[in-house]
């Protein structure tokens, strides 16, 4: 199986970082058998709104993972539990809406599923991303070979260190939220493909998305004020990976890194 996964898409830049990859990625005859997107930001760099939700179906993606600022927009606890593609992180404590993970099929059959998990370091609080990874798998068990997890962390030592927790058990080890692809893809020795950051699709002349000048204002003045979405520079950042279908083994993973403007 070959599969995508989109870093995370900040706002409209990263709708037109898309769409133009798409075109060039179909020009170049790669096709992709399943197609993960991380959606966190889509709503003008804040969360989803219904609208932005139903913008992003038109890409017809797989599955949309997130992380912490999927509940940035009061939209969201409106429609999640009614969106089984959009999943947020599983170690969210319980009885908090919408889905952790899920388990997909593909139009050959093949079952797939995806984890969203978020990380601690650094970041709010949340349930063990660890044990909750355990309980996850004992849940899915038998049911399917390929699993690829979308760990939403901040420090690049929890990221690395969930891929060596996972490695052998799941297909992928994919990190998001820093919005900076790193160079450190590979696959590691029981078969997990990992990458501590996928990246970002959106304006690469800003502060991870956000306006220059806004972003400078918080550093030197250390008060609040409202970030704007970048619009400059607009790069697409992806990872595709070929999976065996019966192992669920990564056999392959490449960054992709595309000029969109």
């Known amino acids: 199986m070959k599969a995508l996964f989109i870093g995370d898409l900040m706002g409209d830049p990263g709708f037109k970082a898309v769409k133009r990859a798409f075109n060039s990625l179909k020009e170049q005859k790669r096709e992709f058998d399943f197609v ?3 959606v966190e930001n889509a709503a003008d760099g804040f969360g989803v709104k219904k609208a932005t939700l139903d913008d992003l179906k038109k890409f017809d993606f797989d599955c949309m993972t997130s992380g ?10 409106k429609f999640i539990n009614e969106e089984p593609t959009l999943i947020r992180p ?6 908090n809406p919408g889905f952790g993970w899920q388990i997909f099929e593909t139009d050959d059959n093949l079952k797939v599923a995806v984890i969203n998990l978020q990380g601690r370091i650094f970041m709010q609080q949340v349930d063990c991303p660890f044990q909750e990874a355990d309980k996850i798998l004992e849940q899915i068990g038998d049911e399917c070979k390929i699993i690829i997890v979308d ?19 799941v297909s992928a080890v994919i990190g998001t939220h820093t919005h900076v692809q790193t160079a450190d893809q590979r696959i590691l020795p029981n078969g997990t493909g990992m990458i501590t950051d996928v990246g970002m699709c959106g304006s690469y002349d800003s502060v991870i998305g956000m306006e220059v000048d806004d972003a400078l204002f918080r550093l030197l003045k250390s008060r609040p004020n409202r970030l704007k979405i970048a619009t ?3 790069k697409f950042s992806g990872l595709e990976l070929e999976i065996d279908d019966i192992t669920g083994k990564c056999k392959d993973l490449n960054r992709i890194f595309i000029d969109t403007d």
Do not use: C
């Open 36 to 38: 993960i997107a991380n």
């Open 68 to 77: 912490n600022h999927i509940w940035d927009r009061p939209d969201i606890y």
């Open 90 to 95: 599983a170690n969210y404590p319980p009885g």
């Open 151 to 169: 760990f939403h962390a901040e420090a690049t030592s929890e990221k690395q260190a969930m891929a060596w927790y996972l490695d052998g058990r």
């Open 232 to 234: 400059k520079n607009v």
